[in-house]
């Protein structure tokens, strides 16, 4: 179109540039053929006979012959006062006509008594190729008695004309295709532009960058008009919400290039799974959703499921490396689970959350059960919020005790929250949801600045012992959180003792351990909790100086049950911490007779039931009061055994 409009414009202006020098032409040669005609009018001065019939007379005849030496003037006719030709003059000879012939033209000058002039385009050999040709009346007393036509050849002046006013066209043709062209074409192109950015806004708005699968906007309009249909068509449909187990550890191993790689090559999958009146989405972050139309049977989307776990389960290969992922699948099937969009994404969502609470890697089906679970999440979710924002939490202290001579040697900081109904929420409960929620670091860093207050209020002797979760050293300078919370406390570095577990180590060890040596630098103690229980921990046992090690209370919950295996393992752990000069502690004591094994499998230190449940800070006065009773030397050995007095 834009091609069109520059073409019209320029050959608008050529024509009207040609039409122009034609018409300058035309005049011209008018001017030039009328006066050459009035030339002849004026000086011929027997035009009267002539044109009645007589012959020239010799001045006539001389004016002819002189004429006829002119390059512009190729024929002079005279004509009678009725139109017919009676003498011509050429450039070959001067003669009477034999024949004469009528011109229309002559008759129109005789009539309308003025001059009348055209021009013609040479049509045969010996003719001009370009001729203006004059009719002139002669009058005699006002009347006219006879005609002059000058033929007068204008080819030269045509050429010439030609010459400087077409270049000179072409010219202001160019400069107005410049002119305008180039601006039409910028406007062209901003115009293209708009559109291609309009059409990729349009897209965005509706589809996910990273795969191209429809967003969460697009997906609800599908949803919408599909459940719309159903009443109709019948049958059901079948929402799978997806998502991938343990991605962030993806992102942490290959990156973020690598988890994007593994989300595209997720949608692809989908994609090429799902039917063409199915939708796939990506909600964002690693959360995809097939909806599954003409479903008949449960059974049916049951099978789906399975197909979409076979599927994103092969594995996949990122710059030479083999990534495997698993996926929890929540179904929400239509009607039964929802009768409008965000009703059943929420119950597929439900039943996806009731999969990753059972262990991940699993199918789901909603069921009624589930939005009770949902309430009660809420409820805890909101009773966290509030804890975090007005630092609802309370610790709780549990004694830990060299088995040796039974000495105390410090407390264990146990987080535990308040339940509205006055009684307290175990940690396994509400920490997992705390981490989901992105408010453990929080919550951990609170936990530091109270351990460190409440220890600047027992004996210099006493260390306290502080657990530290992953999502703090992710979430900011853990470093700092501990330097301040010593800080503001005065708590001396070497009681405070921060357990690490070897989760954090093998996420990014390197990093890890850097940090770990500084918390050495400040003088703090590094125990590695739930020892045994991982796959890499001996790794870390040279990587790291570790000044404590603590056996995880499995290892107790199994002793006496596997025929000494449990005995053995702990005794070589011990053995292990002892020569690499860490201390061991054993967790989990809860019987006589673990400890009496303890005792002789020479473990440093014990914490457990049997030594003292964790209290509010508000009783620890009290265990150091005993803790000084159960240290006098009445209690300390009967034949050779520990006898534990309680």
């Known amino acids: 179109m834009l091609a069109a409009i520059v073409s019209l414009l320029v050959g608008g202006t050529w024509l009207i540039v040609k039409a122009a020098t034609d018409h300058l032409l035309y005049q011209n040669a008018t001017r030039t053929a009328r006066m050459w005609a009035q030339y002849v009018a004026a000086n011929v001065l027997d035009l009267q006979q002539i044109a009645a019939g007589e012959n020239p007379s010799s001045a006539s005849m001389a004016f002819f012959q002189a004429s006829r030496k002119s390059d512009e003037v190729f024929r002079y006719t005279i004509f009678n006062r009725y139109g017919y030709s009676i003498l011509v003059s050429d450039r070959d000879q001067i003669t009477p006509v034999d024949l004469s012939v009528y011109s229309a033209d002559a008759a129109r000058s005789i009539k309308e008594n003025r001059p009348v002039v055209r021009t013609r385009i040479g049509q045969g050999a010996g003719q001009p190729a370009y001729a203006a040709e004059a009719y002139v009346p002669v009058l005699v007393e006002g009347q006219a008695v006879a005609v002059v036509a000058a033929n007068v050849d204008q080819t030269a002046e045509r050429d010439g004309y030609y010459r400087v006013f077409l270049p000179a066209a072409a010219s202001l043709c160019l400069l107005t295709a410049f002119s305008f062209g180039l601006p039409a074409l910028a406007w062209f192109r901003r115009t293209k532009e708009k559109q291609q950015a309009d059409r990729r806004i349009h897209y965005l708005a509706h589809h996910d960058a990273l795969t191209g699968l429809v967003n969460r906007g697009q997906l609800v309009e599908k949803?919408?008009?599909?459940?719309?249909?159903?009443?109709?068509?019948?049958?059901?449909?079948?929402?799978?919400?997806?998502?991938?187990?343990?991605?962030?550890?993806?992102?942490?191993?290959?990156?973020?290039?690598g988890g994007d790689f593994l989300l595209s090559s997720i949608g692809e999958r989908l994609r090429r799974l799902a039917r063409i009146e199915d939708t796939v989405a990506r909600l964002g972050g690693d959360e995809f959703v097939v909806v599954q139309t003409a479903v008949v049977e449960k059974a049916q989307a049951e099978a789906f499921a399975g197909r979409i776990g076979s599927a994103l389960a092969a594995p996949l290969y990122f710059q030479e490396?083999?990534?495997?992922?698993?996926?929890?699948?929540?179904?929400?099937?239509?009607?039964?689970?929802?009768?409008?969009?965000?009703?059943?994404?929420?119950?597929?969502?439900?039943?996806?959350?009731?999969?990753?609470?059972?262990?991940?890697?699993?199918?789901?089906?909603?069921?009624?059960?589930?939005?009770?679970?949902?309430?009660?999440?809420?409820?805890?979710?909101?009773?966290?919020?509030?804890?975090?924002?007005?630092?609802?939490?309370?610790?709780?202290?549990?004694?830990?005790?060299?088995?040796?001579?039974?000495?105390?040697?410090?407390?264990?900081?146990?987080?535990?929250?308040?339940?509205?109904?006055?009684?307290?929420?175990?940690?396994?409960?509400?920490?997992?949801?705390?981490?989901?929620?992105?408010?453990?670091?929080?919550?951990?860093?609170?936990?530091?600045?109270?351990a460190c207050r409440a220890a600047t209020n027992w004996p210099s002797d006493l260390i306290v012992a502080v657990n530290l979760s992953p999502s703090q050293f992710d979430a900011g300078d853990i470093v700092a959180i501990v330097a301040e919370a010593l800080r503001s406390s005065g708590l001396e570095p070497n009681r405070l003792e921060l357990e690490v577990t070897e989760t954090l180590l093998l996420r990014d060890g390197d990093a890890t351990l850097a940090t770990l040596r500084r918390f050495k630098a400040m003088g703090v103690s590094i125990a590695m909790d739930d020892f045994g229980t991982g796959y890499s921990s001996l790794s870390y046992l040279w990587k790291f100086p570790f000044d404590k090690i603590k056996i995880d209370r499995s290892f107790m919950e199994g002793f006496g049950k596997s025929r000494g295996d449990v005995e053995t393992v702990v005794k070589s752990l011990v053995a292990l911490g002892r020569e690499m000069k860490m201390r061991v502690t054993v967790e989990g004591v809860e019987t006589v007779q673990q400890v009496e094994f303890l005792y002789d499998a020479d473990a440093d230190q014990v914490q457990g039931f049997y030594f003292g449940k964790p209290m509010p800070a508000t009783q620890i006065g009290a265990e150091l009061l005993d803790d000084f009773r159960r240290s006098q030397p009445a209690d300390a050995r009967t034949d050779g055994k520990l006898r534990v007095v309680k």
């Open 223 to 257: 949803l919408d008009a599909a459940l719309a249909l159903l009443p109709a068509a019948g049958g059901m449909l079948a929402v799978h919400f997806i998502d991938i187990d343990h991605f962030k550890q993806v992102n942490d191993t290959l990156g973020h290039d």
């Open 321 to 450: 490396q083999e990534v495997r992922a698993t996926y929890t699948i929540g179904i929400a099937m239509a009607p039964a689970d929802g009768t409008a969009p965000e009703r059943l994404l929420k119950s597929a969502d439900l039943a996806l959350y009731s999969g990753k609470t059972s262990g991940r890697d699993c199918v789901r089906f909603f069921s009624p059960e589930m939005d009770e679970q949902l309430q009660k999440r809420i409820a805890m979710e909101r009773i966290i919020r509030d804890a975090v924002a007005h630092d609802g939490f309370v610790l709780h202290y549990q004694p830990v005790f060299e088995i040796k001579n039974r000495k105390l040697i410090g407390f264990e900081a146990l987080v535990r929250l308040p339940a509205p109904d006055g009684g307290l929420i175990p940690p396994a409960t509400f920490i997992p949801i705390a981490e989901e929620m992105h408010l453990i670091d929080r919550v951990g860093a609170w936990v530091l600045r109270e």
